[in-house]
């Protein structure tokens, strides 16, 4: 199977398990992959659960159509800006999961003091601005902050994340989601216990020490 071929299967799994999850419902959502000089994105109009391989569209880094039947995401403007400004990303994930685009929706950020597994892996998931959709007000409002982190809350929006590949870009997401769920009922208890300064000390020396995986993590 040529490199091309096994990116948009990775591509197409990603997207049914967004749908399959509930992290977005009828035609909502977009992923993508740079490979090189080129991305291949999910078409417009589609629901994400049940894609094909051919349903995906492939683009120039300045946003020409080069090959597919159907017209791109008309997020593309927002994938394209990524790339340009993170040379090392290689795959981008917008969706719209419950608990995380309520939390945008209310103006708040999820923090990076209460779970340390989220610490270690995202660090602080910050609200972007509001942008308009389709619009390049939207790449606007996430310009400064996607420098420094993988995951966005995206005020009214939903969430975007960065990474490597399909399936590790994807697990950012969930995770994303799953500590929005659980900051959600903390809040909803009356009470949300924060990590101390010397816990935070104690998990950046994990972070950084020649045994962890180095991630990009926000602060």
């Not at 490597?164 to 009922?185: D, G, M, N, Q, S």
């Amino acid at each position: 199977m040529d490199q091309s071929r096994k990116i948009k299967k990775e591509i197409v799994e990603a997207g049914r398990r967004l749908y399959q999850k509930g992290f977005v419902a009828a035609n909502e959502g977009n992923i993508s992959v740079r490979l090189k000089d080129k991305i291949v994105v999910t078409p417009t109009m589609r629901c994400k659960g049940f894609l094909a391989v051919e349903d995906l569209v492939t683009m120039d880094l300045r946003g020409r159509k080069i090959e597919g039947a159907l017209e791109p995401t008309s997020e593309l403007l927002l994938h394209l800006h990524v790339y340009r400004k993170r040379p090392d990303v290689t795959t981008i994930i917008h969706a719209h999961p419950p608990y995380s685009t309520a939390l945008a929706t209310a103006g708040l950020e999820l923090p990076g003091d209460v779970l340390p597994e989220v610490f270690l892996s995202l660090g602080r998931i910050p609200l972007a601005a509001y942008g308009t959709p389709s619009t390049q007000e939207l790449p606007d409002s996430i310009d400064d902050l996607i420098m420094l982190h993988d995951a966005l809350l995206l005020r009214n929006h939903g969430v975007l994340t960065v990474g490597k590949e399909p399936e590790e870009t994807y697990f950012k997401l969930e995770r994303v989601e799953h500590f929005a769920k659980i900051f959600f009922i903390a809040s909803s208890l009356g009470k949300v216990n924060r990590l101390s300064i010397r816990d935070i000390e104690k998990l950046k020396k994990i972070r950084s020490s020649p045994n962890a995986n180095p991630k990009k993590n926000g602060k």
